[in-house]
T-cell receptor
């Protein structure tokens, strides 16, 4: 099993450009999450999806949109990137009956 | 509003020593307290976790101590090794609407020197 995979690993954007971060999991988990990690701030939840077909805002959703394409895939879209969105983005998944979250390797995004 | 406060921000320990990281939380709805370990360039991975009905949990060299009345918990790494050098995040969570609402601490960068 690959676990949670994310693409791309690195990305540089110019202010105003758009892009989609891809995430897929092969553990048949119902719940999926997008976090951003910034120095000194830990991980903050952007959006989550409790099950296929549902998505909800987390702590810092502004400037982002998500799509739960199917049970395996959960994408994060930046419509108009801003320098404040420079961060490392992590996707995670979990079973509905378990507290453990499994994280992907992350996408390091720089917005110039 | 930060609901989980973690200290110290960084920690240097000699090989064989004890590493201690502390966390405090505010929300009494939390019912699961995990610690995640993160190596550079990797995603966090669950290291050990505890529920508030026990005061201590030990897995190998890693121990969580939990004080429900003080709303504090800590991670102790015994016989610290250079391979333990990583960033450690405490977290607190509860289940709501079918998903885990997790609040993370700000992280502690541990360096174990030979």
């Amino acid at each position: 099993n690959a676990g949670v995979t994310q693409t791309p690993k690195f990305q540089v954007l110019k202010t105003g450009q758009s892009m989609t971060l891809q995430c897929a999991q092969d553990m048949n988990h119902n719940s999926m999450y997008w976090y951003r990690q910034d120095p000194g701030m830990g991980l903050r939840l952007i959006y989550y999806s409790a099950s296929e077909g549902t998505t909800d805002k987390g702590e810092v959703p502004n400037g982002y949109n998500v799509s739960r394409l199917n049970k395996r895939e959960f994408s994060l879209r930046l419509e108009s990137a801003a320098p404040s969105q420079t961060s490392v983005y992590f996707c995670a998944s979990s079973e509905a009956t378990s507290n453990e979250q499994f994280f992907g390797p992350g996408t390091r995004l720089t917005v110039l | 509003q930060q609901q989980v406060k973690q200290s110290p921000q960084s920690l240097i320990v000699q090989k064989g020593g004890i590493s201690i990281i502390n966390c405090a939380y505010e929300n009494t709805a939390f019912d699961y307290f995990p610690w995640y370990q993160q190596f550079p360039g990797k995603g966090p991975a669950l290291l050990i976790a505890i529920r508030p009905d026990v005061s201590e949990k030990k897995e190998g060299r890693f121990t969580i101590s939990f004080n429900k009345s003080a709303k504090q918990f800590s991670l102790h790494i015994m016989d610290s090794q250079p391979g333990d050098s990583a960033t450690y995040f405490c977290a607190a969570s509860f289940t709501s609407g079918g998903y885990q609402k997790v609040t993370f601490g700000t992280g502690t960068k541990l360096q174990v020197i030979p």
